[in-house]
């Protein structure tokens, strides 16, 4: 079968099509052939060796996220039937639960072979069943992106009606935090370096936003919209510029979901106002299986639809990931299978 794989060392240079052999589902497995892909800021990283510390085995398949059509089940699957059109969950190991080390480290695309191959065989306990509304690419989108936003609104927050609620930029994370807050009722703002980008954040349902480009001081100037009273979550996706600003508009008692560092990972940050203004700092790695399949019945429930920026064929991985570096997108870029 046709794969990308990262050869036999680190760094762009390394990451080539290649082919393996088909892998056979065994006992509790489940063989899908993928339809489509899509890409998240961290497959940028991986073949660099991630956030630094990263230590998965080469060759390695990238890429967190897809669909795939079961073709094929080992013995004694039950959860899933052939026919049947599944997501990976990014965390194999993540059930349910509070996260540990056990759970949360066993991810796609690195250190487990990711979505970036024709065939792909899982633990059938590692998949989720799509609703039929969704088209392939929209359901290539959901595991890792929008899985960690709503961890972030509802799995950890339950977010309520009139909550206001900040998100940063307009990519992936981005507008699935735009499209759940609205779910639940909240008035959210989003901030953007494009104009452009903050007209469709708003046609999709953002309530105010912020060019951070032309008012560099978005913390200050948000206190008109939130009536100088702060935001009550903040879903923190820029790290180190970001942060900074963060903490001067969140409300005393209001929660900051850490989840992105696409500013930098390194932030000289005003801690007193963590504890002045009783913030929590909720860390968030993506989130578990229970929570992808109540979101995808929320989804349902509500049609939401992903948006999909751009869609690139197999062979052409590295000009998708040329793209989703140049920041141009608007929500996600996908991959044709
Ligand atoms: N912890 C987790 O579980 C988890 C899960 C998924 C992603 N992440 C992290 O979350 C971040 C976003 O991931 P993604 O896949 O959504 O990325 P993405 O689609 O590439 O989006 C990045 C967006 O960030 C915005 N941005 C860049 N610099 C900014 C700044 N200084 N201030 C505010 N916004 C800025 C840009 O929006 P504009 O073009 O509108 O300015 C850009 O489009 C990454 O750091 C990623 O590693 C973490």
């Not at 959901?142 to 950890?156: I, Q, R």
């Amino acid at each position: 079968m046709r794969v990308f794989q990262i050869q036999d060392d680190w760094g762009m240079d390394h990451l080539q099509l290649a082919t393996r052999p088909e892998p056979a589902p065994g006992p509790g497995q489940v063989l899908m052939r993928m339809r489509a892909a899509a890409l998240n800021y961290r497959d940028l990283l991986v073949p660099n060796r991630g956030y630094g510390s990263f230590t998965g085995n080469l060759p390695l398949i990238p890429l967190s996220d897809g669909v795939g059509e079961v073709v094929e089940v080992g013995a004694g699957v039950t959860r899933v039937k052939v026919g049947d059109r599944v997501c990976p969950c990014f965390q194999q190991g993540w059930i349910a639960g509070e996260a540990d080390l056990e759970r949360i480290t066993r991810t796609m695309g690195g250190p487990v072979d990711g979505t970036m191959a024709d065939l792909v065989c899982l633990p059938e306990y590692g998949v989720v069943k799509v609703p039929a509304y969704l088209s392939d690419l929209e359901a290539a989108t959901l595991p890792c992106a929008a899985l960690t936003a709503w961890s972030a609104l509802v799995t950890e927050e339950r977010l309520g009606p009139g909550a206001r609620v900040l998100v940063q930029g307009t990519g992936g994370v981005a507008i699935f935090a735009v499209q759940i807050a609205r779910l639940f009722g909240a008035h959210v703002t989003v901030i953007s370096s494009s104009d452009e980008k903050i007209a469709r954040a708003k046609a999709l349902g953002a309530d105010a936003a912020i060019n951070y480009r032309t008012t560099p001081e978005w913390a200050k100037a948000s206190r008109a919209i939130t009536g100088g009273r702060g935001f009550d979550h903040i879903v923190e996706l820029g790290g180190e510029q970001t942060l900074p600003q963060s903490l001067r508009c969140i409300r005393p008692g209001g929660t900051l979901s850490m989840i992105g560092v696409v500013s930098g990972g390194t932030a000289t940050v005003p801690l007193g106002l963590v504890v002045t203004r009783h913030v929590r700092l909720q860390g968030i790695t993506v989130g578990h299986r229970d929570g992808f399949e109540a979101m995808l019945r929320a989804f349902e429930q509500h049609q939401v639809r992903p948006v999909i920026d751009r869609t690139f064929a197999f062979a052409e991985l590295k000009e998708a990931m040329a793209y989703l570096k140049s920041g141009a997108h608007f929500g996600k870029v996908c991959i044709r299978h």
